[in-house]
């Protein structure tokens, strides 16, 4: 998907409404972007994911996972108005078993998101952007609980690195958005849409930093394919931003 209009928000609100998914490319994400904020320290920002610690939750799965988690909360007493969007205390990441068979009904606690990077510009146009897609549709939660996630899935010769180890899933949240950061040496990891019963919706390669997948999370499953390395003998590693919106408010 490809947007070209000024106002870019209502296109991606809108098919995400009627499709329950968007596949949106680099321009297009980032003319919504410049419409909630400012991206002057992007550089830093994607060079943070140079400082996340090993996922110990996988140990029986692979040691191929670097993350950083941070929630946030986004409330107004009106909902139709701009939400304040106010970083929480740190708190575990936690899903049932439904939504997570490998490691659901238990917390998991990661390593925060470090201050600069959740205070930063481009986080904070980012959660702007989510709120204005993800609030718009649903301008009856007063509340979200947003949760913030810094992955790094990196790729061996004898180790493809799983985005989603899980499989396809869900996961237990109103609205996801995956942003492309960083690819570095990789190939693969397409992320696939699926209908509630199984039927493959789409599927897209993010490529580029800001390539974007947007996903209604009760309406579709999402799932993405294992990632190798092209040049066995160099470092490779697929680094994305996750947020997630789910409504805190009942």
């Not at 490998?102 to 930063?120: C, H, K, M, S, Y």
């Not at 996630?149 to 799983?162: K, L, N, S, T, V």
């Not at 394919?225 to 408010?249: C, G, M, N, W, Y």
């Amino acid at each position: 998907m490809t947007i070209a209009s000024p106002d870019c928000l209502p296109d991606v609100r809108d098919q995400l409404d009627r499709e329950g998914f968007v596949f949106a490319e680099a321009a297009s994400i980032r003319n919504c972007l410049a419409q909630s904020g400012a991206l002057d320290d992007w550089a830093s920002f994607a060079d943070s994911w140079n400082d996340l610690a090993v996922d110990t939750y996988l140990a029986d799965y692979g040691r191929y996972r670097r993350r950083r988690h941070a929630v946030f909360t986004a409330s107004n007493s009106n909902a139709t108005d701009a939400r304040a969007i106010v970083r929480a205390e740190n708190q575990p990441h936690y899903q049932s078993l439904k939504y997570n068979p490998l490691q659901g009904d238990i917390e998991r606690w990661f390593e925060p998101i470090t201050p600069d990077v959740a205070a930063g510009s481009s986080l904070q146009t980012i959660l702007r952007f989510c709120d204005r897609i993800f609030g718009n549709l649903a301008p009856q939660v007063r509340e979200w609980r947003i949760e913030v996630h810094q992955f790094r899935i990196e790729a061996r010769p004898d180790e493809p690195g799983q985005p989603t180890p899980e499989g396809v899933h869900r996961d237990g949240v109103d609205y996801v958005l995956v942003l492309m950061v960083r690819r570095t040496n990789i190939a693969q990891g397409t992320t696939t849409i699926h209908s509630l019963d199984g039927t493959l919706l789409g599927s897209f390669t993010l490529v580029a930093p800001f390539d974007a997948a947007l996903v209604d999370d009760a309406r579709v499953y999402h799932g993405v394919t294992p990632v190798q390395p092209i040049d066995p003998e160099l470092p490779a590693h697929r680094d994305v931003l996750v947020v997630t919106f789910k409504r805190s408010d009942g």
